[in-house]
């Protein structure tokens, strides 16, 4: 049986490579340690990161989704969030500015 990492050399970051489980070991037995951050994904139960290697766990189609980061998120949170999750960045910008608004306008939160 072939390793996950051995799908990734073909990869760059920004692409996605679906591998059935029945063809690679399993990660866990290959030093992937599992995430507990991640970005959603549709249909995936659980995530494993290996350096910059990230896979999610797609359980309906027996499956893992394969993708490679810019940044190693554990070497640099910061860059990693700016480069692999720009979107997460800026929703939680986005969140941030509106409730200073709305409390610098007197509107108060509701939560």
């Known amino acids: 049986m072939e390793r996950l990492d051995d799908y990734?050399?073909?990869l760059k970051?920004?692409?996605?490579?679906?591998i059935p489980k029945s063809r690679v070991r399993d990660p866990c037995s290959d030093g992937w340690e599992e995430s507990l951050l991640n970005?959603?994904?549709?249909?995936?139960?659980?995530?494993?990161r290996k350096g910059r290697l990230h896979i999610h766990d797609i359980k309906e189609e027996d499956c893992w989704d394969?993708?490679?980061?810019?940044v190693d998120p554990n070497k640099d949170p910061v860059q990693?969030?700016?480069?692999?999750?720009?979107?997460?960045?800026?929703?939680?910008?986005?969140f941030a500015v509106s409730?200073?608004?709305m409390i610098k306008l007197g509107?108060?939160?509701?939560?």
């Open 8 to 10: 990734a050399r073909f």
């Open 13 to 18: 970051p920004g692409w996605h490579l679906r």
């Open 39 to 48: 970005m959603p994904m549709k249909g995936s139960v659980r995530s494993y």
């Open 66 to 70: 394969l993708h490679v980061d810019k």
């Open 80 to 94: 990693h969030l700016l480069h692999d999750a720009p979107s997460l960045v800026a929703g939680v910008a986005l």
């Open 99 to 101: 409730a200073y608004l």
């Open 107 to 111: 509107g108060g939160i509701l939560l």
